[in-house]
Nanobody, 112 residues
Framework: VQLQASGGGLVQAGGSLRLSCTAS????????MAWYRQAPEKSRELVAT?????ATSYADSVKGRFTIFRDNAKVYLQMNSLKPEDTAVYYC?????????WGRGTLVTVSS
């Protein structure tokens, strides 16, 4: 599986961005797709997940503002009401069985 993420950029606080990630290769039997992020000098953290059946989960810090959704081989992260603390490199992630894949990050910068 190869992952290609896009959609990052610079946005003012309160604004919105939509990240997308396209999975290519053998994409059958994917258990979960997710978005992680890593802010400068911080550890990578889980932002949102979507399971194969459609169940979603979110970090407390983004609940009510971010929405993860999937369309076959693509996973999206709709980010609304962005805050400066959302500034980070965002990574898409795929889990199939015990194997994981990471996409290259896409930078999101939120100015105050």
């Amino acid at each position: 599986v190869q992952l290609q993420a896009s959609g990052g950029g610079l946005v003012q606080a309160g604004g919105s961005l939509r990240l997308s990630c396209t999975a290519s290769g053998t994409i059958s039997n994917i258990n979960r797709m997710a978005w992680y992020r890593q802010a400068p000098e911080k550890s990578r953290e889980l932002v949102a997940t979507i399971a194969s059946g459609g169940a979603t989960s979110y970090a407390d810090s983004v609940k009510g503002r971010f929405t993860i959704f999937r369309d076959n081989a693509k996973v999206y992260l709709q980010m609304n009401s962005l805050k400066p603390e959302d500034t980070a490199v965002y990574y898409c992630h795929v889990l199939r069985g015990i194997t994981v894949w990471w996409g290259r990050g896409t930078l999101v910068t939120v100015s105050s």
